[in-house]
């Protein structure tokens, strides 16, 4: 596969041109950080086309993707996931669209919301294991929806678990909503034996987080969509919320990761997708495992016996650096270029751990979200004076900007939402100590 994102940039680097342009480095290495690649590191200069007004080299990458991702347009983004959900929300605003999103988003859907003042109705999916992860129903959400709505799915969600897609789809269509799904954690999906993608699937607008499934730099992400006519307004709004001035060394790593897709991701999972298995086999009588999206290797660390925080930390100790940890989750999170011998080693870690770990099982979470009130429109929330409290103190006030640590960032009360002492639990539960609440007298 050609990389005109690379080329152009290893040819200028090569071309010695006096750097008379952005950024102020002018491809010069800090003795200290010799490592970095300055040398790379460019502007829009002439030929390195624009990434909000792509026809050039930027413009040749991004369709490459689409056609590995079997997508009608791709468009690259250097500012995350989180940069795509703002522009595909924005275009959903645009379009005098009303939101209904699966509970268990990720923060960054409650801040666009709130940027773009977007209306949302919460479905609450059927939890299971905590707030990350819940089946949703698609009879539920035909129930909201219609033809001046979209329906927002986290898919696989931050545990891997992932969403009837087809299903949602279908209903999408019937009620004549478009279906958005937050694929950040699947870039890697349409490339296993059965394309499990979401555009593959049936989901209208779409981002990936390459730099979290794929071998690209923090920062590099997709935005795929699966009906011609929606780059140029995805574009337009991408361009209301990304810096004017996106790396070319995150473009630069799409770019290479569309060869590595091309050549060898297949391959890749294959030999994985053996390697996770005789891992989980390895662990079966001792450990329950979530199901979902093979490389996201998820212990029901409460249900298996032991408290997922103290698992995480002896195997730390040992040797391995988890994704995410509480008390019923532990989430190891690999990708297809994680080598036979990091999960020969990953597997001595666990063994070890486990030998150390004290069966202190903690009764599974059980709990149910109460039925949000929603006391103000997020943005109001989210723009009113504020202040911080301890969570103990927070029934009855309501939720200011949403405050949760990241990973795995997703909200348990939403701004303009009235806290009620089951939140209060939770919060607790997830070791938060305190709350953002709008300040009461509006001051
Ligand atoms: C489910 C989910 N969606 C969106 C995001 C935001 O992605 P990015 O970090 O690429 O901006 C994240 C980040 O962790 C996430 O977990």
């Given at each position: 596969?050609?990389?005109?994102?690379?080329?152009?940039?290893?040819?200028?680097?090569?071309?010695?041109?006096?750097?008379?342009?952005?950024?102020g480095h002018?491809?010069?290495?800090l003795?200290?950080?010799?490592?970095?690649?300055?040398?790379?590191?460019i502007?829009?200069?002439h030929g390195?086309?624009?990434?909000?007004?792509?026809?050039?080299?930027?413009r040749?990458?991004?369709?490459?993707?689409?056609?590995?991702?079997?997508?009608?347009?791709?468009?690259?983004?250097?500012?995350?996931?989180?940069?795509?959900?703002?522009?595909?929300?924005?275009?959903?605003?645009?379009?005098?669209?009303?939101?209904?999103?699966?509970r268990?988003v990720?923060?960054?859907?409650?801040?666009?919301?709130?940027?773009?003042?977007?209306?949302?109705d919460?479905?609450?999916?059927?939890?299971?294991?905590?707030i990350?992860s819940?089946?949703?129903?698609?009879e539920?959400a035909?129930?909201?929806?219609?033809?001046?709505?979209?329906?927002?799915v986290?898919?696989?969600?931050?545990?891997?678990?992932?969403?009837?897609?087809?299903?949602?789809?279908?209903?999408?269509?019937?009620?004549?909503?478009?279906?958005?799904?937050?694929?950040?954690?699947?870039?890697?999906?349409?490339?296993?034996?059965?394309?499990?993608h979401?555009?593959?699937?049936?989901?209208?607008?779409?981002?990936?987080?390459?730099?979290?499934?794929?071998?690209?730099?923090?920062?590099?992400?997709?935005?795929?969509?699966?009906?011609?006519?929606y780059?140029?307004?995805?574009?337009?709004?991408?361009?209301?919320f990304?810096?004017?001035?996106?790396?070319?060394?995150?473009?630069?790593?799409?770019?290479?990761?569309c060869?590595?897709?091309?050549?060898?991701?297949?391959e890749?999972?294959?030999?994985?997708?053996?390697?996770?298995?005789?891992?989980k086999?390895?662990?079966?009588?001792?450990?329950?495992?979530t199901?979902?999206?093979?490389?996201?290797?998820?212990?029901?660390?409460?249900?298996?016996?032991?408290?997922?925080?103290?698992l995480?930390?002896?195997?730390?100790?040992?040797?391995?650096?988890?994704?995410?940890?509480?008390?019923?989750?532990?989430?190891?999170?690999?990708?297809?270029v994680?080598?036979?011998?990091e999960?020969?080693?990953?597997?001595?870690?666990?063994?070890?751990?486990?030998?150390?770990?004290?069966?202190?099982?903690?009764?599974?979470?059980?709990f149910?979200?109460?039925?949000?009130?929603?006391?103000?429109?997020?943005?109001?929330?989210?723009?009113?004076?504020?202040?911080?409290?301890?969570?103990?103190?927070?029934?009855?006030?309501?939720?200011?900007?949403?405050?949760?640590?990241?990973?795995?960032?997703?909200?348990?009360?939403?701004?303009?939402?009235?806290?009620?002492?089951?939140?209060?639990?939770?919060?607790?539960?997830?070791?938060?100590?305190?709350?953002?609440?709008?300040?009461?007298?509006?001051?």
């Amino acid at each position: 596969m050609n990389t005109p994102i690379n080329d152009f940039l290893n040819k200028y680097n090569d071309s010695g041109l006096l750097r008379c342009h952005m950024p102020g480095h002018k491809g010069h290495t800090l003795d200290e950080a010799d490592w970095l690649p300055y040398a790379i590191d460019i502007t829009e200069i002439h030929g390195a086309d624009s990434l909000f007004e792509a026809d050039g080299i930027i413009r040749q990458s991004e369709e490459n993707a689409a056609k590995l991702w079997g997508s009608a347009d791709t468009l690259f983004s250097a500012g995350g996931s989180t940069l795509c959900i703002q522009a595909m929300l924005a275009a959903m605003k645009l379009e005098g669209r009303r939101g209904v999103a699966v509970r268990n988003v990720h923060r960054s859907f409650l801040n666009a919301a709130a940027l773009l003042d977007l209306e949302v109705d919460w479905l609450i999916p059927d939890y299971s294991g905590g707030i990350l992860s819940g089946r949703i129903d698609p009879e539920k959400a035909a129930k909201m929806l219609d033809e001046k709505s979209f329906l927002y799915v986290t898919s696989p969600d931050y545990t891997g678990a992932m969403a009837d897609i087809p299903e949602l789809s279908r209903v999408c269509k019937e009620k004549g909503a478009m279906l958005l799904v937050d694929c950040a954690h699947g870039a890697h999906l349409p490339f296993f034996e059965t394309n499990m993608h979401p555009i593959a699937l049936g989901a209208d607008i779409c981002c990936d987080s390459a730099h979290k499934m794929l071998p690209a730099l923090t920062g590099g992400a997709m935005l795929h969509c699966s009906k011609p006519g929606y780059r140029d307004i995805l574009r337009q709004c991408m361009s209301m919320f990304g810096s004017t001035s996106p790396s070319y060394l995150i473009m630069d790593s799409l770019d290479l990761c569309c060869r590595y897709v091309s050549q060898r991701i297949r391959e890749d999972i294959r030999r994985s997708l053996h390697l996770i298995r005789e891992f989980k086999e390895r662990f079966s009588g001792q450990l329950l495992f979530t199901d979902g999206d093979p490389f996201h290797i998820t212990i029901k660390a409460a249900q298996s016996g032991f408290d997922g925080r103290v698992l995480a930390e002896e195997m730390r100790k040992n040797g391995a650096e988890c994704e995410y940890a509480d008390r019923e989750l532990v989430i190891l999170l690999m990708s297809p270029v994680n080598t036979t011998g990091e999960y020969i080693q990953l597997s001595h870690v666990l063994a070890e751990s486990l030998q150390n770990v004290p069966k202190a099982a903690p009764a599974a979470l059980e709990f149910t979200l109460p039925v949000p009130e929603q006391v103000m429109s997020i943005r109001q929330a989210a723009f009113s004076p504020s202040e911080e409290i301890p969570v103990t103190s927070a029934e009855g006030r309501i939720c200011a900007s949403v405050k949760v640590p990241c990973p795995p960032a997703v909200p348990i009360a939403v701004s303009g939402e009235r806290i009620t002492s089951q939140h209060i639990a939770l919060f607790q539960n997830y070791g938060i100590d305190t709350v953002l609440v709008v300040k009461e007298g509006g001051k």
